[in-house]
């Protein structure tokens, strides 16, 4: 086992500037969620080169492969990377920022598509010392509903066989490069997007009495329904609930006849969930008829929230303590932001973890923002961990 070890060690090592390059190619190429139609190619092309023949598509930009090794139907083990960009303007200054203006990897998506294909040619060089199969799953679309697990998974991702056990791995810019972060048990919340348009009777501004004003009714709506978190949401149970849109198409002097307000819900308790949707639909209505106007409620329920399975998760972190040594090997927080990486988390044991990206000597910059990078080292540790996790839990 330490002779594996020491090999993809070495194999991640001396191959980390090619998986860089991989890297920065896919970061100046970014693709918005379902257009990875590049991303895919490029995956495929870099799969078969490695000498991995053994891959199909399902939601049109989804890549799923595989390696055998010996008996290849003894055991399965699926390592999970999402590709997709989001709608940013790069600001970084870097030689390789992205070339299509609008879009940016500001989330990562870009290394884990990196470490999961130096993972693959990882494994397909250490084949012949493991019993079973990998699955390799490039997942389009996961920063946008309905979210490319879900599809994959609705195209027969997992009908013909399932894993024994699913790995997703995803950058923590604020975790230093070189360290890994688990948490067994609910990790990441359910998110919900919530759409609001509060209507009036728009008129002069400087007529107040003959108009029903709908920027007001928005405005108590929008300070009402924090007590949906701070009055309503029971105190063992995390929940948020943010606005971010508002839209009120009127001038200095000009009400409009109409508002609209888009959030976003996140918790993690599918009863509460349910009823917090309630609570907001009666809340809004009412202020709104209340005040002489009228709200229509939209709730689009999103991604579930993401449960690590206890026993896959404490394994997987011992293994990364045996790779990556106990004091670079993290206990993280419940976060709430959310991820459809949760799909495979309600079919299948499963374990998504962080990867430290913390660039030394700078400032942290957040995922989702345009200033977001990583320290590229990680790639090595990122592309080494998810081979040693693979080839463990075969070897189990």
Not at 209 to 230: F, G, K, M, Y
Not at 237 to 256: D, H, Q
Not at 294 to 317: H, K, W
Request: glycine share 8%; with cysteine; aromatic share 8%.
């Amino acid at each position: 086992m330490q002779n594996i070890k020491e090999q993809i060690t070495q194999l991640a090592n001396n191959k980390l500037k090619d998986f860089i390059d991989i890297r920065r190619q896919i970061h100046q190429n970014p693709e918005l969620s379902g257009e990875e139609y590049q991303t895919a190619g490029l995956v495929e092309h870099y799969l078969k080169s490695y000498g991995i023949t053994q891959m199909k598509r399902l939601a049109k930009t989804g890549v799923v492969a595989y390696i055998e090794g010996k008996n290849p139907d003894k055991c399965m083990i699926a390592l999970r990377a999402d590709m997709d960009a989001l709608p940013i303007i790069e600001q970084n200054q870097v030689d390789f920022i992205s070339k299509n203006k609008g879009v940016m990897h500001a989330c990562g998506h870009d290394a884990h598509t990196a470490c999961l294909l130096g993972a693959a040619y990882i494994l397909q060089q250490i084949k012949l010392e493991f019993e079973g199969t990998i699955m390799l799953i490039f997942q389009p679309s996961e920063e946008k509903f309905p979210g490319g697990a879900k599809m994959m998974l609705d195209e027969g991702l997992f009908k013909e066989r399932k894993p024994e056990i699913v790995l997703g791995q995803h950058v923590l810019p604020e975790m230093n490069s070189g360290n890994a972060g688990f948490r067994p048990g609910k990790y990441m919340a359910s998110t919900d997007e919530i759409y609001l348009t509060v209507k009036g009777k728009g008129g002069h501004g400087a007529t107040p009495e003959l108009n029903t004003d709908p920027i007001v009714i928005a405005s108590h709506i929008i300070v009402a329904l924090q007590q949906i978190v701070s009055r309503n949401a029971p105190s063992a149970i995390p929940t948020v609930l943010s606005f971010g849109r508002f839209i009120a198409e009127g001038r200095t002097n000009i009400i409009p006849d109409f508002v609209k307000i888009d959030g976003t819900l996140r918790t993690f308790d599918e009863t509460w969930r349910a009823e917090a949707h309630q609570k907001i639909t009666r809340m809004a209505q009412g202020i709104a008829e209340g005040m002489g106007g009228s709200c229509e409620v939209r709730i689009d329920a999103g991604y579930p929230f993401l449960v690590n399975d206890d026993m896959a998760t404490s394994q997987a972190q011992s293994y990364a303590q045996e790779f990556m040594g106990v004091e670079h090997v993290e206990n993280i927080d419940l976060r709430m932001t959310a991820e459809d990486f949760a799909y495979y988390s309600q079919q299948v044991p499963s374990c998504f973890f962080r990867l430290g990206t913390k660039i030394m000597d700078k400032p942290v910059t957040n995922l989702h923002t345009s200033t977001f990078d990583i320290d590229e080292q990680a790639i090595a540790h990122g592309m080494g961990l998810m081979a040693w996790l693979a080839y463990r839990f075969l070897q189990k």
